[in-house]
């Protein structure tokens, strides 16, 4: 579905990308993790061609996207939604607005069918009946909520979403990687994400891709990444999952107890 090969970037003297080849698997969910400034978003542009690479390829449902013309591109971009780190919604336009917003820009459905549509979105979100809801009166979570809602409102096959959790409460955040698993189930959604909350990470994502220095240093089905022997890949997420589960809670963390122990 989307194979990323040898990628190459390097911004000035900088190298953020420095051979990294990924495969996504369709209708699975793929975590990106890494340390701050590892070139995670800038992974994510390259995918669907906001970023050209200097060498390597990236090919999004067998279309080489830096070789494809602006209008093949286009064609491929209609298949994602996105969530970019600093994709901020509309705070002039109301809920349903922010929602409608690319389905005026690229569809022709009429005012009836724009609406039936944001309303069955934000529904699947969780937010039912709040078109006219101003989006600067909402909570942090709830901006994520309607920002999804318009990530899917043109029924992409693929969701690529830069860091779902930041800013949230734990309680909150959980409820944003239940709506991604329950998208996956019910909608068949592939989701690429990229998270620095490593519990929910485990929690959601079928497989897990970590970055450091450029490189890929862990690509795996997330069992297995927890139980990776490479030391900055244990390091970063023995940081992170220090609470052993509790009598009788949920299972979230699968195996973070033997990847903390070892
Ligand atoms: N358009 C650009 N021009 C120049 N440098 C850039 C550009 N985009 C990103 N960078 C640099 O590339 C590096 C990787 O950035 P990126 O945003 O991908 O990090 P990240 O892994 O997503 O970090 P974080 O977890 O903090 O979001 C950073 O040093 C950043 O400053
Ligand atoms: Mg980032």
Redesign the pocket.
Same mark, same amino acid.
């Given at each position: 579905m989307i194979e990323i090969i040898d990628l190459h970037k390097r911004?000035?003297e *900088?190298v953020?990308l420095d051979g990294v080849s990924l495969s996504i698997p369709p209708g699975e969910t793929t975590a990106i993790i890494?340390? !701050?400034?590892?070139?995670? !978003?800038? *992974? *994510?542009?390259h995918i669907v061609g906001l #970023?050209e690479p200097d060498s390597g390829q990236v090919i999004c449902f067998g279309t080489d996207m830096a070789q494809a013309s602006e209008r093949e591109r286009y064609a491929v971009r209609r298949r994602f939604g996105m969530l970019f780190?600093d994709g901020a919604l509309f705070d002039s336009l109301s809920v349903g607005e922010n929602v409608a917003f690319p389905l005026e820009r690229h569809t022709r459905l009429s005012p009836r069918e724009i609406r039936d549509r944001v309303e069955e979105k934000l529904a699947v979100v969780g937010l039912p009946g709040t078109w006219d809801r101003a989006v600067s009166q909402l909570s942090g979570g709830q901006r994520k909520r309607v920002g999804l809602a318009r990530a899917i409102v043109m029924e992409p096959e693929v969701v690529l979403f830069?860091?779902p959790n930041s800013g949230l409460d734990p309680l909150t955040s959980d409820q944003i990687d239940t709506l991604i698993l329950d998208m996956k189930q019910a909608l068949g959604i592939t989701f690429v994400i #990229?998270s620095?909350d490593i519990i929910g990470t485990v929690r959601v994502a079928d497989h897990i891709a970590m *970055?450091n220095a450029g490189k890929l240093v862990a690509w795996d089905r997330t069992e297995a990444v927890l139980r990776s022997p490479e030391p900055v890949v244990r390091a970063f997420l023995r940081r992170n999952l220090v609470l052993p589960e509790a009598e009788g809670e949920q299972a979230h963390l699968p195996r973070a107890e033997e990847a903390r122990r070892g």
């Amino acid at each position: 579905m989307i194979e990323i090969i040898d990628l190459h970037k390097r911004f000035g003297e *900088l190298v953020v990308l420095d051979g990294v080849s990924l495969s996504i698997p369709p209708g699975e969910t793929t975590a990106i993790i890494g340390p !701050s400034g590892t070139g995670k !978003s800038v *992974l *994510l542009k390259h995918i669907v061609g906001l #970023i050209e690479p200097d060498s390597g390829q990236v090919i999004c449902f067998g279309t080489d996207m830096a070789q494809a013309s602006e209008r093949e591109r286009y064609a491929v971009r209609r298949r994602f939604g996105m969530l970019f780190q600093d994709g901020a919604l509309f705070d002039s336009l109301s809920v349903g607005e922010n929602v409608a917003f690319p389905l005026e820009r690229h569809t022709r459905l009429s005012p009836r069918e724009i609406r039936d549509r944001v309303e069955e979105k934000l529904a699947v979100v969780g937010l039912p009946g709040t078109w006219d809801r101003a989006v600067s009166q909402l909570s942090g979570g709830q901006r994520k909520r309607v920002g999804l809602a318009r990530a899917i409102v043109m029924e992409p096959e693929v969701v690529l979403f830069d860091e779902p959790n930041s800013g949230l409460d734990p309680l909150t955040s959980d409820q944003i990687d239940t709506l991604i698993l329950d998208m996956k189930q019910a909608l068949g959604i592939t989701f690429v994400i #990229i998270s620095h909350d490593i519990i929910g990470t485990v929690r959601v994502a079928d497989h897990i891709a970590m *970055l450091n220095a450029g490189k890929l240093v862990a690509w795996d089905r997330t069992e297995a990444v927890l139980r990776s022997p490479e030391p900055v890949v244990r390091a970063f997420l023995r940081r992170n999952l220090v609470l052993p589960e509790a009598e009788g809670e949920q299972a979230h963390l699968p195996r973070a107890e033997e990847a903390r122990r070892g």
